[in-house]
């Protein structure tokens, strides 16, 4: 069974787009189940999900110690925004017809 979630909004405010992220999580060499967590978006940091899997885990994990890999390459960077790392697209509609 997935960790139950906080009833509170998704990590990192109001958004329009939530991210869900299903985290493979090890603990001393041994698979637990995934964790299943949503984000209000794409903007939000490293640390900000390492918190919440501190948050989440039974373990209570401290970020220092937490090693969060995405593509076989460790996250160092606590400050770097999701939406760099999963190299998500920002789209930008443009209205023609208001350009007068």
Do not use: F
Request: aromatic share 2%; glycine share 6%; net charge positive.
């Amino acid at each position: 069974m997935n960790a139950a979630l906080p009833s509170e909004p998704p990590l990192g405010g109001p958004s329009t787009n939530p991210l869900t992220l299903l985290i493979k999580v090890l603990v001393n060499g041994h698979n637990r189940e995934p964790l299943r967590i949503t984000l209000a978006g794409a903007d939000c940091t490293v640390q900000e999900v390492k918190q919440l899997i501190q948050t989440l885990m039974p373990e209570h994990p401290v970020l220092a110690r937490q090693r969060v890999m995405y593509q076989g390459r460790e996250l160092r960077d606590n400050n770097a925004p999701l939406r760099s790392i999963l190299r998500l697209e920002v789209r930008i509609v443009i209205d023609w017809n208001s350009l007068g």
